[in-house]
């Protein structure tokens, strides 16, 4: 339906003026736009929660045993966790997993942006989960007068990491392929 209603923006009525008709790349331009704001949108419903379950974790992590023999961990670095683990994971994605998923899958890119992003978004949707139930052990463990260690909560920083390492990419790319030559800026902007 919206395709129809773009096509008569090329359709020359006769009339004269800056108004009248649009060229057909423009029209198709828009068209390309207006394809992608379902995946912008979705992505921004996907990712708010983000930031919040970083907070939240470093708000648990003070209710928590800091320290691992003679290191001490201070909460607020729990942040830097999932960053961490996204160095790592682009690199172990780089190197290992995209050449055995390209051999399995025979597609040159191993997985599609879109599957991509789907891991991102099934760890963006693990991870809350597993803040939960530390959460509710964190609470029974408190009840009885015992700390729980901080590297409880280094799982769901490692989905938070994968989260943010696959959606990403994945949208990143998928913003920088399906935006032509000339549109590439504005690929880059949606995501």
């Known amino acids: 339906m919206l395709a129809k209603f773009l096509d008569k923006a090329c359709i020359n009525t006769g009339r004269d003026g800056a108004w009248s008709v649009y060229d057909a790349a423009k029209v198709e331009a828009t068209k390309i736009v207006l394809h992608m704001l379902p995946l912008v949108f979705s ?4 990712l708010v929660s983000s930031p919040l379950l970083v907070a939240f974790t470093v708000q648990q992590g003070g ?46 890119g191993a997985i599609t942006h879109l599957q991509l992003v789907c891991v991102g978004y099934v760890a963006n949707i693990v991870a809350p989960v597993v803040a939960a139930i530390v959460e509710r ?10 700390q729980m260690s901080l ?3 280094a ?3 490692f989905l938070l990491g994968m989260q943010e390492t696959t959606s990403f990419v994945g949208l990143l790319e998928f913003f920088n392929s399906e935006a032509p ?6 690929g880059v902007a949606l995501f």
């Open 43 to 46: 992505a921004t419903v996907a």
């Open 63 to 108: 209710t928590m045993k800091t320290r691992l023999g003679w290191v001490q961990v201070y909460p607020a670095m729990l942040a830097i966790i999932p960053s961490a683990f996204q160095m790592l994971m682009l690199v172990a994605y780089d190197r290992f997993l995209v050449p055995f998923l390209q051999h399995r899958t025979g597609y040159e």
């Open 137 to 146: 052990k964190r609470k029974e463990m408190a009840a009885t007068g015992v």
């Open 151 to 153: 590297f409880w909560l």
């Open 155 to 157: 799982l769901q920083s």
């Open 181 to 186: 030559r000339s549109m590439k800026s504005i």
